[in-house]
Structure formats: C-alpha cells, structure tokens
C-alpha cells in the first residue's frame, strides 16, 4: 500500500521559512519523479517543484529563488525547504510520487499559512 505522508506545515510571517517533508512507503522511492504541489482556497491545484530520479530539479516561476526541492532516497523521503515566504503562499502542499506506467500517488497534505 502507498503511502506519501506530508509534515512541517504551520503558520508563519512573511519572511519566514518552512521545511516540507513526505515521508514514502510502499513505492520504489529512487524510481519515483517526486513533486510538490499546492491549493489555496478557490484555486486550482498548481505544480511548485519537480525533483526527477537522478535529482534535476524544476520550479514554478513564483517561487524560483525562494525554494528548494531536495530527496534523499536512503530515507525515502522528499523535502521542500521554503524561504522568505509570502501571504501568497498560503496552501495546502500536497506531495506527488510519480513513476511511468504507475498510477500516480498523492499524500493526504500539509496546510502552510503566511500570516502576520
């Protein structure tokens, strides 16, 4: 059984930094495409960062500079360290493992809120 649990989420002030982790069982982790996606309220689930197998990383452009996308494959685990946050931020993060001919798996997500 799959299993992608999500953690580190909290409230924040703008400026701040928050480390995402998912934690993945029941996958082949180092054949995994690993993301990070994010929904805030009343909008579409949108791409934030992809980390591929052998650790290319891609961004969306709004966060570009501000996050980081890493893995560590001996821990099965995917990290998104998010810095200089803004209120714009604000989501549910929800972690992806993707593998092809796989039916891609989500995590349950950690809500991140940039607030002063």
């Known amino acids: 059984q799959v299993q992608l649990v999500e953690s580190g989420g909290g409230l924040v002030q703008p400026g701040g930094s928050l480390r995402l982790s998912c934690a993945a069982s029941?996958?082949?982790?180092?054949?995994?495409?690993m993301s990070w996606y994010r929904q805030a309220p009343g909008k579409e689930r949108e791409l934030v960062a992809t980390?591929?197998?052998?650790?290319?990383?891609t961004y969306a452009d709004s966060v570009k500079g501000r996050f980081t996308i890493s893995r560590d494959n001996a821990k099965n685990t995917v990290y998104l360290q998010m810095n200089n946050l803004k209120p714009e931020d604000t989501a549910v993060y929800y972690c992806?493992?993707?593998?092809?001919?796989?039916?891609?798996?989500w995590g349950q997500g950690t809500q991140v809120t940039v607030s002063s």
């Open positions: 992806n493992a993707r593998r092809s001919g796989r039916v891609p798996s």
């Open positions: 029941g996958i082949n982790f180092s054949f995994n495409v």
């Open positions: 980390i591929t197998t052998v650790g290319g990383t």
